[in-house]
């Protein structure tokens, strides 16, 4: 079983980006955290990473047929993106949707996904270790 794990865009300069908000955690050391627990859970996780609208949409039509799930953190693009969430119900794969902050406890334009509604879990609010915990959720979920 596969399991893409998709970060939007600034997600890149996690450890140094406004870290009293996101941590100081780098993406590296979250994708080695998520292949170890892959490893554990005995699934393959393949992550990428683009600051791009339309490559994200083309990643989650790249998975058809070769993702199980997708854990997704758009970025800010969560907030405004039709195109992602129309990528994600036309694959039909099924996702989680994190964020390192919890987004309804911030600014007003960022208390609304609209990824969310579509998604089989939504997690935010733990920082980087918030990303396994998706993982080990929508494993399991696939699995029930
Ligand atoms: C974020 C929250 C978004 O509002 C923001 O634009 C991000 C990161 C998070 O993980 O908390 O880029 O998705």
Not at 85 to 101: C, N, Q
């Amino acid at each position: 079983m596969k399991i893409l794990i998709l970060n939007g865009p600034n997600l890149n300069l996690l450890g140094t980006r406004e870290p009293e908000i996101y941590g100081t955690t780098t993406l590296a050391e979250i994708e080695q955290d998520l292949a170890a627990v892959g490893a554990e859970l005995r699934v393959t996780v393949e992550c990428r990473q683009t600051n791009h609208e339309g490559a994200l949409v083309d990643l989650i039509q790249g998975a058809r047929g070769d993702a199980a799930g997708i854990i997704i953190n758009a970025g800010a693009y969560s907030h405004t993106s039709l195109a992602i969430r129309d990528a994600l119900a036309a694959v039909a794969i099924p996702y989680a949707e994190v964020h390192l902050s919890n987004i309804f406890a911030r600014e007003p334009e960022r208390r609304h996904s609209t990824l969310a509604a579509g998604a089989r879990a939504l997690l935010c609010g733990f920082g980087a270790p918030g990303y396994a915990l998706a993982l080990r959720g929508l494993v399991a979920a696939l699995r029930a």
